[in-house]
């Protein structure tokens, strides 16, 4: 098991155990998670994956992590994360290596960047900002680095929403 794996379950277990109100439905079949990473084109980083096998999409105090779940409306509006990668995508707002997994209610969204997958199969969450450009008329978008990978980002997202 990869670090960023341990790290998840860790997330997932300090989740488990706190009084956060939180909601999910249920996970995502493995089947659903390869027919998306063949829709988008991209090799899902590991503790991403797991995350949608565990929950699907989640919501903890009114703040969610974009994912997919098996029923019948697949990608047809946030917080499916398909839908969310595909419009960014469309709108030119993410490159073709990129997903989004939610959005941080102050303005920045939170995207994956797949392209820099790691030898343990996993890469950055960033935090995502657009800023305009004037002389452009066009949107400039401005990235940091929120986490390594997903099982940082998610046990940073537990703790900051327990505090």
């Excluded at 989740?15 to 439905?25: C, E, G, I, N, R």
């Excluded at 096998?53 to 917080?79: H, K, M, N």
């Excluded at 997903?150 to 327990?162: D, I």
Aim: charged share 25%; proline share 3%.
């Amino acid at each position: 098991m990869t670090e960023a794996l341990r790290t998840y379950n860790r997330a997932r277990n300090k989740l488990d155990a706190s009084s956060l109100d939180v909601t999910h439905v249920h996970g995502a079949s493995r089947d659903l998670v390869s027919m998306i990473e063949a829709r988008l084109g991209v090799t899902l980083p590991a503790s991403y994956r797991q995350f949608l096998l565990d929950y699907g999409i989640l919501e903890v105090e009114g703040q969610t992590i974009y994912g997919e779940f098996d029923d019948g409306d697949f990608a047809s509006a946030v917080p499916s994360f398909v839908f969310a990668t595909e419009n960014g995508r469309r709108l030119g707002e993410l490159d073709v290596s990129d997903i989004m997994i939610g959005a941080s209610g102050d303005g920045a969204d939170w995207v994956i960047d797949c392209a820099v997958l790691s030898k343990e199969g996993e890469a950055p969450v960033l935090a995502q900002t657009a800023r305009w450009n004037a002389q452009r008329q066009a949107p400039d978008f401005v990235r940091h680095e929120l986490a390594p990978d997903f099982g940082n980002f998610f046990l940073r997202f537990v703790a900051l929403l327990s505090s």
